[in-house]
């Protein structure tokens, strides 16, 4: 990260993303209350772990998959504040996976259809675990073997 990019905008405009979220976030707590009758109270334990793959996969699509890099170099190269915080934080996995996590829970309460998008993208996100994992594995025995060939 480059310090001068840290002006009174790039920090205005951080304060302003983060204003905008607690915003959306109370909206959505109470139109979630308004149609639910109450808040939220609990999960069950199995739905609570497709919301956490199907976050998991946005995550990743919108922060590292090719199919939104374009998405993604638009904001890059801006000269602007604002260009700069929205570059910096589509490239954040936490960022992102906070939005994500609060559009998930949303649609999971609010709409019925939403079950069914859940469900695809928590296969996907357990899909990609996976590839990551193996990915991982495979990397590190590779690195083993080169270790090991060198001694």
Known sequence: MNPTRYT????????IFSVL??????????????IRGGFLVSVPPFDALLMTFATFRITRLVVYDRI?????????????????????LLSCPWCIGIWAALVVVFT?????????????LAL???????????????????QLKKTTELL
């Open 68 to 88: 939104t890099l374009w998405f993604r170099e638009f904001f890059a190269d801006r000269k602007s504040a604002f260009m700069t915080v929205v570059a910096d």
């Open 8 to 15: 009174l905008g790039y920090k205005v405009w951080n304060f």
């Open 108 to 120: 999971y309460f609010v709409f019925d259809w939403a079950w069914s998008v859940i469900f695809f």
């Open 21 to 34: 979220f607690l915003g959306v976030l109370a909206a959505a707590i109470w139109e979630m209350r308004e």
């Open 124 to 142: 996907a996100g357990a899909g990609s675990l996976l590839q990551v994992l193996a990915n991982g594995i495979g990397w590190r025995a590779e």
